[in-house]
C-alpha cells in the first residue's frame, strides 16, 4: 500500500513530503518495500505515532508505516516473554497484558507511541531502582537493507542487541519485538505539592525511597508539584469515566491549554499565571492498575527538549535552568519535569553506563522556543548532559560522540548492517554522520 501525503508529527511542527508512504501487513510486504527502495535509491525512514519532536523520522526518500504491523504475536504467562509486531501501540499493548494478568514494569507518561519507536529512541519512564522501555526488550527482529531479516538477542549477537536496543532507526527497521513483562501490580499514586528547596535537597532520598518519583515545578515559583507511585497491594479502584474526564481532560489540559494561551498573549504576565496555576494544585491519591497510573492525556500541544545527567547532578541543573529564565526574561508558561532512571547498557541509551536524572523543558505552541532550549542545553552540556535521542537538541556528531564512550561500537554495528546508509535521513546525518560508504560515494561523484 503506498501513498504520497505530506507527513507531520504529533506537534505539527516537524513535516516532510515522502516519495512514498508504506504501510506493510507483515514482515514479507515490509522487505518488499525495502527491495523497493533501493531499487529506486530512496532512503527509507520509519515513523510510529509520530510523538518525537524531532525530524528524527522525516524523510524525502520512503516513510514506513507499521501501524498494519500491531499485532501480539505470542503470550509465555509463565516467562514474562511477549512477541509483538512493532507497530503496536503502548496503550493496546498494555490492554493486551492485562488481559494476561502481565505489565510493563516501568512506563512513561504516554501510551500513545509504537513500541518501536519508544524503545528505538530510549523513551523512559521514572524510577531510581528501574530501567528504560528499551532495556525491557528480550529480543528484536530487523528487516536489513537487502530485505532479510535478522534476529538478534544477548545470547545471539551481543553488541549487535546492545546497539539495536536504542537503534535511532539507522540499522534497520524494528518489525518485532519480544518484551520480557512482569506480573500485573497495582499503584498508589500520590500527587501534592512541597516546598521546592526542601524537595531539592532530598531528591536523592525521594528517588530512592519510591518505586516512581518525579516532580513539576513552574518557572517563578517555589513550589514542587511532587508524584509518587509506589506498588501497593491495595484493590485497584478505577476511577469513573467522569472523574477521570474532569481531572486528566478539563482540568489537566483544557484549563491548563487555557492558562497556556492567556502566557502566550500576555508573556509579560507568565510569572502570575505560573504561580496562579500551582496555587491550584492540590493533593490526589488513586489506586489502580499500574500503567493506568503511569499514563495520561496529553492534549495541549507543545514541543519538548530533554537531558539525561549523572543523578546527582539533577538539583542543580534544575536550580541553573529556573536562574536562566530568570535571568534571560525568557517567557515559559510550562513547566520543568524531573524524573530518574537507573543505568542499563545500551550503546547508545540516554542513560548508558550511568544512574540517570532527567530534566525537560517545553514551550507552549506558537511560542519562540529556540533561545530557551539552547541556552538549557548549555547548562546541560556543563553538566554532562545527553539529549533525548526523540526530543528536540542541537548537537551534532561531533558534539555527541564524548558523552557516549561507546560511540565508535556503535558506529561499527551501523556500518556492519547498513553500509551505504539506507536507513539514513538528514537527522542521523547531522547526529550519527554520514556512513562511510556514502561519503566514498559523494567524493566518487562528478
Not at 474532569?246 to 491548563?256: E, G, K, S
Not at 536524572?357 to 539552547?374: L, Q
Amino acid at each position: 500500500m503506498s501513498e504520497t501525503p505530506e507527513w507531520r508529527n504529533w506537534a505539527g511542527d516537524e513535516r516532510c513530503l515522502p516519495t512514498a508512504v508504506e504501510h506493510p501487513g507483515s514482515l514479507e510486504e515490509l522487505a518488499r518495500a525495502i527491495v523497493r527502495a533501493g531499487e529506486a535509491g530512496q532512503r527509507v525512514r520509519v515513523a510510529g505515532a509520530g510523538h518525537s519532536f524531532s525530524d528524527i523520522a522525516c524523510t524525502d526518500g520512503m516513510l514506513v508505516r507499521l501501524d498494519r504491523m500491531a499485532r501480539v504475536l505470542d503470550v509465555d504467562r509463565s516467562s514474562g516473554l511477549v512477541r509483538v509486531q512493532a507497530g503496536i501501540t503502548i496503550h493496546a499493548l498494555n490492554q493486551h497484558l492485562a488481559e494476561h494478568g502481565l505489565a510493563m514494569e516501568n512506563l512513561g507518561d504516554i501510551d500513545v507511541q509504537s513500541i518501536a519507536g519508544a524503545i528505538s529512541t530510549a523513551t523512559h519512564g521514572t524510577g531510581a531502582r528501574l530501567r528504560n522501555i528499551p532495556s525491557q526488550v528480550q529480543a528484536l527482529t530487523l528487516v536489513l537493507a537487502d530485505g532479510s531479516t535478522l534476529e538478534c538477542s544477548a545470547q545471539s549477537d551481543p553488541e549487535l542487541f546492545r546497539a539495536a536496543r536504542v537503534g535511532l532507526g539507522a540499522l534497520g527497521v524494528v518489525a518485532e519485538v519480544t518484551l520480557r513483562c512482569v506480573p500485573a501490580f497495582v499503584l498508589e499514586g500520590l500527587d501534592r505539592p512541597a516546598p521546592l528547596l526542601q524537595t531539592l535537597e532530598r531528591f536523592e532520598e525521594l528517588a530512592l525511597g519510591n518505586d516512581h518519583f518525579e516532580f513539576f515545578v513552574f518557572p517563578h515559583t517555589e513550589t514542587a508539584l511532587t508524584r509518587t507511585n509506589n506498588r501497593t497491594d491495595k484493590p485497584s479502584r478505577k476511577r469513573s469515566r467522569v472523574s477521570a474526564y474532569a481531572n486528566d481532560v478539563l482540568l489537566t489540559n483544557h484549563a491548563f491549554g487555557a492558562f497556556c494561551a492567556l502566557g502566550r498573549l500576555l508573556p509579560a504576565q507568565i510569572p502570575h499565571i505560573n504561580r496562579a496555576v500551582t496555587s491550584l494544585a492540590g493533593s490526589s491519591r488513586r489506586v489502580e492498575r499500574s500503567d493506568r497510573i503511569f499514563a495520561s492525556p496529553r492534549l495541549v500541544k507543545f514541543t519538548e527538549m530533554e537531558y539525561s545527567l549523572p543523578r546527582e547532578r539533577t538539583p542543580e541543573a534544575v536550580r541553573r535552568v529556573l536562574q536562566l529564565v530568570k535571568d534571560r526574561g525568557f517567557a515559559v508558561p510550562f513547566p520543568v519535569e524531573v524524573r530518574t532512571v537507573a543505568a542499563d547498557d545500551a550503546l547508545l541509551s540516554t542513560a548508558a553506563g550511568r544512574d540517570s536524572g532527567f530534566v525537560a523543558v517545553h514551550m507552549y505552541k506558537g511560542m519562540e522556543w529556540e533561545p530557551y532550549f539552547r541556552a538549557v542545553e548549555a547548562v546541560m552540556d556543563d553538566l554532562g548532559g545527553r539529549p533525548h535521542w526523540g526530543k528536540r537538541h542541537f548537537q551534532t556528531a561531533a558534539t555527541l560522540r564524548k558523552h557516549y564512550p561507546e560511540w565508535d561500537r556503535f558506529q561499527e554495528v551501523r556500518r556492519r548492517l547498513d553500509p551505504e546508509g539506507r536507513f539514513a535521513n538528514a537527522w542521523t546525518d547531522r547526529v550519527l554522520g554520514v556512513p562511510e560508504g556514502v561519503k566514498d560515494a559523494l567524493a566518487a561523484s562528478p
